[in-house]
């Protein structure tokens, strides 16, 4: 039998190769039709053999093409035209040009085997031609800088195709049918090695310096990396001091997986997320002897690394044939450079040469950080590859949200119709250039995906630049406490509206009471929250200075007489006499927590980058065989109050007496989390809810969550983790944006 139907698909499938990909599975089933770009997504009219156009609709959910992500299929009958014929085939219809803003604009995507192989073959027009990309693979979100997406919307937009490469665009069987960055070596962009050598001579002076040791500026996908010879212990050591970074680990980019199994211990799902096409640096434990420089990730178990996404990476890895340290390329903590004109001037003290293009990026965009934990993988980091992938959420709300997420690792989001959209990594937006990021993330979200906001979401600490930013819009402001809003992300991430019972453990959060929240327990949907439970609070001695210096919150757990072998006397008693004043911030963070016995067992009195003490902490405890016995029962929970101070009391006693310090860092995790564990239970009994959350930065801690999972699950709770969204600040803006959503139902 004969039938004809419409069938409307939504979610990314434009500038992906869909409408090849429609056209192709048609044509090979028999059936005739058109096919689509509109303002919803793709259109399809089809006709044929009852059984075929099933067939057919199965395929357009289950096998679409790598970079599509499809979110519906919805198939309405028509009638069929009183006379069926198979004449006029199967049509790919080219777009009229009028897609409105609510077809999602695809993320940046690797490079796909085909265009590898290419670039690999003498014989091919594009042999190491850089810029090669395909509907499969290349840049997207990095170039777009309007919608609809099309060649002239893109910072492709001033090369004009030549001939071979217009006919490959205009092929509905092509593999670059309307590829908007298509490009060739003769119409396309060209390197450029510190400004005068131009295309594949240029890659070869590159070449040659980081085999010499040299430090290059390396224009990518999203902004510019520092790049040297990861196993040239004097070339990292110069960009450590160029770059004035301490202590913080650099990811590495190695040719393939067969390099990185001779790294790293990788696992099933550490692979999976090295070679997939986000291709996100990938944080996984490094093997005995790991072919690296000790300065890439000083006294750290894991390295953190990154396959090429790229073709220029595919190049210099294959030519170069070392690992690299690629870096963001910025001094410290500043934004990475992405705009031509401002990476040579602010990244040519710090380098020996630039390899930049003529291909301008519109978005900067760092790379997202994973980590491959042995138990799942969890991102850390979500920009490039996974920006502005569009993520529903658990409530349909007509409003359109702004939200604009917390002040470190800032993200921001904009919501509508029960999707939500979160741009790529900021960054601290205490740093200028950061703002002004900031501030041209919330206008092109807002333009790529159709908001018009009507509500605008922020956090509830006053003194954020976000929260000023939302408060100066006049529109209607949902205040979200912090830790509501970490709640809320994972909620989102697995499709919840609660009520769930949730952990949230962070390094720091403005409470409702006024004072830094960071070691909660809350009782909370998506629309509000109770605080059942929270740490003992504590004083943060000199504000900023106690995130800066751990001895500070060591001293205030512990008492000044556990560090005073460490830090001057005197200076800590100056400290402790601000502590016991009743002007000093107080704390409930969890963070600082473990700052403190960061401080006390590794030593770590001071840090040049965000979480070291607690980092290393964990790296201590994971070298231990079994936690320290003895410290059993040391976490009380009392009235809603859970304190480990008999627990830091009893760490620093059998640090004295020479217990193995390993040891100790395990059973300081084994003894907190099992506190932990109990309150967050006692509060879900007590209240009727099975369903506990853990959320916030300290759960980036993997010894941790593991310790708090296992003992909720043992105790029949189902437990919630951030998996996809990152547990740490970067999520603030979707949990607010739900939030909102919900509220204004
Ligand atoms: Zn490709
Ligand atoms: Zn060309
Ligand atoms: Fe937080």
Same mark, same amino acid.
């Given at each position: 039998m004969i039938v004809r139907r419409s069938v409307r698909i939504t979610g990314t499938?434009?500038?992906?190769g869909f409408r090849p990909f429609v056209h192709r599975e048609a044509s090979e089933l028999g059936l005739v039709g058109t096919v689509r770009n509109d303002s919803d997504g793709v259109l399809v009219d089809v006709s044929g053999d009852e059984c075929a156009v099933a067939c057919f609709e199965e395929r357009l959910a289950t096998?679409?093409?790598?970079?599509a992500r499809v979110l519906s299929v919805r198939s309405t009958p028509v009638s069929p035209p009183a006379e069926f014929s198979f004449d006029g085939g199967f049509v790919i219809v080219t777009s009229?040009?009028?897609?409105?803003?609510n077809a999602a604009v695809s993320v940046d995507a690797a490079t796909c085997d085909a265009c590898v192989a290419e670039i690999l073959?003498?014989?091919?027009?594009?042999?190491?031609?850089?810029f090669t990309n395909c509907t499969n693979c290349g840049p997207r979100y990095t170039i777009?800088?309007?919608?609809?997406?099309?060649r002239a919307a893109t910072?492709?937009?001033?090369f004009a195709m030549c001939p071979p490469c217009r006919s490959e665009y205009d092929d509905?069987?092509?593999?670059?049918?309307?590829?908007?960055p298509n490009a060739c070596p003769d119409c396309g962009p060209s390197l450029r090695w510190s400004g005068d050598v131009v295309g594949g001579e240029a890659l070869t002076h590159a070449v040659d310096a980081l085999r010499s040791g040299a430090v290059v500026a390396i224009k990518g996908l999203g902004g510019f990396h520092l790049a040297v010879d990861a196993t040239d212990e004097r070339a990292v050591a110069t960009l450590r001091q160029r770059k004035s970074r301490d202590d913080k680990p650099f990811a590495v980019m190695v040719a393939d997986l067969d390099v990185a199994a001779t790294m790293c211990h990788l696992d099933g799902d550490a692979v999976a997320a090295l070679s997939s096409s986000v291709r996100p640096v990938v944080l996984a434990p490094r093997r005995n002897g790991?072919? $690296?420089? +000790?300065?890439?990730?000083?006294?750290?178990p894991d390295l953190g690394l990154m396959l090429p996404y790229t073709p220029l990476h595919h190049l210099l890895a294959r030519e170069v044939d070392r690992p690299l340290v690629l870096t963001?390329?910025? $001094?410290? +903590?500043?934004p990475i450079a992405h705009l031509d004109d401002d990476a040579t001037a602010r990244l040519a003290p710090l380098v020996d040469g630039v390899l930049g293009h003529?291909?301008?990026?519109?978005i900067r965009c760092d790379d997202s950080v994973v980590r491959a934990t042995g138990v799942r993988t969890q991102v850390l980091r979500r920009s490039r590859g996974y920006a502005p992938q569009p993520i529903p959420l658990p409530v349909s709300s007509t409003a359109h949200v702004l939200a604009v997420g917390a002040e470190m690792k800032s993200t921001v989001s904009v919501a509508k119709e029960g999707l939500v959209v979160a741009s790529h990594h900021i960054g601290d937006l205490e740093h200028l250039a950061n703002y002004e990021a900031f501030l041209q993330a919330v206008e092109h979200l807002a333009d790529l995906h159709g908001v018009v906001p009507e509500v605008v979401a922020c956090d509830?600490?006053?003194?954020y630049l976000s929260t000023k930013f939302a408060h100066d819009l006049s529109l209607p402001i949902v205040e979200v406490q912090h830790h509501h809003a970490h709640v809320a992300a994972c909620m989102v991430e697995h499709g919840e509206t609660g009520p769930v019972v949730a952990?949230?453990?962070?390094g720091l959060g403005y409470g409702t009471d006024g004072t830094i929240w960071g070691g909660e327990v809350l009782v909370a949907d998506l629309v509000g929250f109770e605080r059942a439970a929270h740490l003992r609070p504590v004083a943060m001695p000199g504000g900023v200075a106690a995130i800066r210096e751990p001895w500070r919150m060591a001293a205030v757990w512990a008492g000044g007489a556990a560090v005073g072998d460490v830090v001057d006397g005197s200076v800590v008693e100056a400290v402790l006499g601000v502590a016991a004043s009743a002007h000093a911030p107080m704390t409930t963070s969890v963070g600082r927590l473990f700052d403190a016995v960061g401080a006390l067992?590794?030593?770590?009195?001071?840090?040049?980058?965000?979480g070291q003490a607690a980092i290393e902490l964990e790296a201590l405890a994971r070298s231990a065989q079994l936690p320290s016995p003895?410290?059993?029962?040391t976490v009380a929970f009392v009235d809603g109050v859970l304190d480990p101070t008999p627990l830091v009391h009893a760490l620093v006693r059998d640090r004295d007496a020479g217990v193995d310090r390993g040891a100790l860092a395990a059973g300081f995790h084994a003894e907190l989390g099992r506190g932990a564990a109990d309150a967050a239970s006692r509060v879900a009994v007590s209240s009727g809810i099975d369903t506990v959350v853990l959320t916030g930065g300290?759960?980036?801690n993997v010894v941790l969550t593991e310790v708090i999972e296992s003992a909720l699950l043992e105790r029949g709770h189902r437990v919630l983790v951030h998996e996809q969204l990152?547990?740490?600040?970067?999520s603030i803006s979707i949990g607010q944006a739900a939030v909102a959503a919900a509220r204004s139902q």
């Open positions: 499938v434009q500038g992906v096998r679409p093409p790598p970079l009229d040009g009028s897609a409105a803003p073959d003498p014989a091919d027009r594009r042999h190491r031609y850089p777009v800088r309007s919608v609809p997406y099309d910072t492709m937009a001033g509905p069987t092509d593999r670059r049918f309307h590829a908007q790991c072919a $690296v420089a +000790d300065g890439v990730a000083p006294g750290l963001s390329g910025n $001094v410290s +903590d500043e003529d291909r301008p990026i519109h509830l600490h006053p003194e952990l949230a453990f962070d067992l590794c030593g770590r009195t001071h840090i040049t980058y965000e003895g410290l059993e029962g300290v759960f980036q990152t547990p740490n600040d970067g």
